[in-house]
Nanobody, 124 residues
């Protein structure tokens, strides 16, 4: 059974940077598409970025140019580097995986497993 554990969330000021991590265990990390989502207070979960098994990436327009998704296959870890943070980035951040090598969907209901989330709060 796959387990995902996010870390790295904290409070930062506008313009700051954070790197989130997601530790993957229970299966072969290199096989799967991995993704980051977030859920702001009172809003629906939204896709941010995804990376397939070959390292190809895609981003939501809201984070393109500011956030970078990456994976370290030796450490079975997914990362999200977040720069130029604003209060609009305040949310619970989740990593997820889908049992496919390629990220064919951003529909959260299609993803097979989720972490517990890590809170990011950006103050002005």
């Amino acid at each position: 059974q796959v387990e995902l554990v996010e870390s790295g969330g904290t409070s930062v000021q506008t313009g700051g940077s954070l790197r989130l991590s997601c530790a993957f265990s229970g299966d072969i990390f290199t096989t799967y598409c991995m993704a980051w989502f977030r859920q702001p207070p009172g809003k629906e979960r939204e896709p941010l970025a995804r990376i397939d098994r070959d390292g190809d990436t895609a981003y939501a327009d809201s984070v393109k140019g500011r956030f970078t998704i990456s994976r370290d296959n030796d450490k079975n870890t997914l990362y999200l580097q977040m720069n130029s943070l604003t209060p609009a980035d305040t949310a619970m951040y989740y990593c997820a995986f889908i049992r496919s090598g390629y990220c064919y969907t951003v529909d959260a209901t299609e993803y097979d497993s989720w972490g517990q989330g890590t809170q990011v709060t950006v103050s002005s």
